[in-house]
Antibody, heavy 122, light 110 residues
Framework: HLQLQESGSGLVKPSQTLSLTCGVS??????????WNWIRQPPGKGLEWIGY???????YYNPSLKSRLAISIDRSKNQFSLTLRSVTAADTAVYYC??????????????WGQGLLVTVSS | QSLLTQPPSVSAAPGQKVTISCSGS????????VSWYRQPPGTAPKLLIY???KRPSGIPDRFSGSKSGTSATLGITGLQSGDEADYYC???????????FGTGTKVTVL
């Protein structure tokens, strides 16, 4: 089965850019059958879906974050990335990457990374 | 503010049953498939139920899902201490054009 692992900076200054990468093993981020998602969870709070990139490269973003967000994929490295611009303290959260399979009728996330805490602070 | 409402907490003794509700609207739970996730403290969420009532391989049949109208329900039978966790429902919202999660429910085994 798939294994996902987040990496990136755990501390970002306000107004700067948050950049994270998710490495995929046990499968390929370039093959069909999955879309690759980012989800976040502020400390002590619930889950928020950020967006996804399909294996072919098409993207779909949460409208609440769309103006600051970009998700990309690097098939040669079997990884996909998140870029969030102009961050504030409200973007402090544990960021998860997760896979969404095509086989089912509804959207759901079958494999998750362990999560990476990103703190926005000067 | 989440569009999917869950009870903040439920509890029961070991071996008993608990149910967790997830209440939404016609733009989300009423017309889209619901999934459920379990998140033990300090760990990533794990998929328990998808497409309203299907279990991924490896998830025991103690966990069940159902949906009626705009509400979905997760049932856990034979409650164990290892079931203590936060549980979230989730579904696509056709008005927001985004995936939304429920408010979360903390399950306590007495």
């Amino acid at each position: 089965h798939l294994q996902l692992q987040e990496s990136g900076s755990g501390l970002v200054k306000p107004s700067q850019t948050l950049s994270l990468t998710c490495g995929v093993s046990g499968g390929s981020s370039s093959t069909g059958g999955y879309s690759w998602n980012w989800i976040r969870q502020p400390p002590g709070k619930g889950l928020e879906w950020i967006g996804y990139i399909y294996h072919g490269g098409s993207t779909y973003y949460n409208p609440s974050l769309k103006s600051r967000l970009a998700i990309s994929i690097d098939r040669s490295k079997n990884q996909f990335s998140l870029t969030l611009r102009s961050v504030t303290a409200a973007d402090t959260a544990v960021y998860y990457c997760a896979s969404e399979p095509d086989y089912a009728s509804g959207t759901h996330f079958d494999y998750w990374g362990q999560g990476l805490l990103v703190t926005v602070s000067s | 503010q989440s569009l999917l409402t869950q009870p903040p907490s439920v509890s029961a003794a070991p071996g008993q049953k608990v149910t967790i509700s997830c209440s939404g609207s016609t733009s989300n739970t009423g017309n889209n498939y619901v999934s459920w996730y379990r998140q033990p403290p300090g760990t990533a969420p794990k998929l328990l139920i998808y497409d309203n009532n299907k279990r991924p391989s490896g998830i025991p049949d103690r966990f069940s899902g159902s949906k009626s109208g705009t509400s979905a329900t997760l049932g856990i039978t034979g409650l164990q201490s290892g079931d203590e966790a936060d549980y979230y429902c989730g579904t696509w919202d056709s008005s927001l054009n985004a995936y939304v999660f429920g408010t979360g429910t903390k399950v306590t085994v007495l």
